[in-house]
């Protein structure tokens, strides 16, 4: 499984954006896909998840400015970004959870996309 994140930027505070992860599979199928971020000096941290049905969960931190959804046919991702402020800066990066045809549970992180925020 690959993953390609893209779509950061640089962005003022209080703008949008909107990054986009599309996972290349060969024989498996996605339980779930995510957004994670760094900030520089700190850990990685969960943004936001969206199942295979649909269902949805967000950090506290961007809960009602960030909008992810997916695009099952095309394994397709997307984070919508509103109301960024610094705080946001960061690298984003997707990661997915998925199963085999031999019902091995397996994850998959892709490269980061940088989103910067300025004031």
């Known amino acids: 499984v690959q993953l390609q994140a893209s779509g950061g930027g640089l962005v003022q505070a209080g703008g949008t954006l909107r990054i986009t992860c599309i996972a290349s599979?060969?024989?498996?199928?996605?339980?779930?896909m995510n957004w994670y971020r760094q900030a520089p000096g700190k850990q990685r941290e969960f943004v936001a998840r969206?199942?295979?049905?649909?269902?949805?969960k967000y950090a506290d931190s961007v809960r009602g400015r960030f909008t992810i959804s997916r695009d099952n046919a095309k394994n397709s991702m997307y984070l919508q970004m509103d109301s960024l402020n610094s705080e946001d800066t960061g690298v984003y990066y997707c990661?997915?959870?998925?199963?085999?045809?031999?019902?091995?549970?397996?994850?998959?992180w892709g490269q980061g996309t940088q989103v910067t925020v300025s004031q």
């Open positions: 969206i199942t295979s049905s649909g269902l949805t």
């Open positions: 990661h997915t959870d998925t199963r085999d045809e031999l019902d091995q549970k397996r994850d998959y």
């Open positions: 599979l060969r024989s498996e199928t996605i339980i779930s």
